[in-house]
């Protein structure tokens, strides 16, 4: 059974699409993140959501909308596609804030925007 | 605002060398934490660190978080190819979230 499962694991879109990324976890764990990898491997933490808290990382374009509809799913919205946006992204999630416990990352989702 | 840098970027060893990857913050930390990502996967925790001097091993990895709690080190004893991948420390960020350095990537050659 997995964790922390993302779908899809591969989306291909051209730009000014919008799109969505699931995100669930079974963990029964009370924060979820996005990242961001670029192709230079650098992960870049987008949102954490914890307890109806949302913190975003000041440099996420407010293209990239974060929604919750229960503790167990941080989906991603991503409006207005732009060819920068080609990364992975990664789902994860831990119990409380992390730094507390371990993170458990999905498998992530290649996006590619053509 | 707070960095982490870890160096070197990347890391090529014959199998059975050894490796050291260094993980700096311009700040002190509460706790760090080490992630290995292997190509084509996510990245998988490996361990964290709290205590100032702190030394954990896990089989062939030995892990160190520094006196003065800004900086840390992952070495691993004998490579095997088993170890190939990124290897990722990760600091607290303005006392939440998380900040990823940029990882070291390390190649081994059988």
């Known amino acids: 059974d997995t964790a922390v499962s993302q779908t899809p694991k591969y989306l291909v879109t051209q730009m000014g699409n919008d799109k969505s990324i699931k995100c669930e976890q079974n963990?029964?764990?009370?924060?979820m993140y996005w990242y961001k990898q670029d192709s230079k491997k650098f992960l870049k933490i987008m949102f954490s959501y914890n307890n109806k808290e949302l913190i975003i990382n000041e440099t996420v374009p407010n293209r990239f909308s974060p929604k919750s509809p229960d503790k167990a799913h941080l989906n991603l919205h991503i409006n207005s596609l732009e060819l920068g946006d080609s990364a992975v992204y990664f789902c994860?999630?831990?119990?409380?804030?992390?730094?507390?416990?371990?993170?458990?990352f999905g498998q992530g989702t290649r996006l590619t925007v053509v | 605002g707070q960095q982490v840098m870890q160096i070197p970027q990347y890391q090529h060893v014959q199998e059975g060398e050894d490796f050291t990857t260094y993980c700096n913050s311009s700040?002190?930390?509460?706790?760090i934490q080490w992630y290995k990502q292997r190509p084509g996967g996510h990245p998988v925790f490996l361990i964290q660190?709290?205590?100032?001097?702190e030394v954990k091993k896990q089989k062939r990895l030995t892990f160190q978080f520094g006196e003065a709690k800004k900086n840390s080190s992952l070495h691993i004893t004998a490579t095997q190819t088993t170890d190939v991948g990124t290897y990722f420390c990760a600091g607290p960020h303005r006392g939440q979230n998380f900040v990823f350095g940029p990882g070291t990537r390390l190649s081994v050659l059988p």
């Open positions: 660190l709290v205590k100032s001097g």
């Open positions: 700040t002190t930390l509460s706790n």
């Open positions: 994860a999630s831990s119990q409380g804030r992390q730094g507390r416990t371990e993170a458990f």
């Open positions: 963990l029964g764990h009370d924060t």
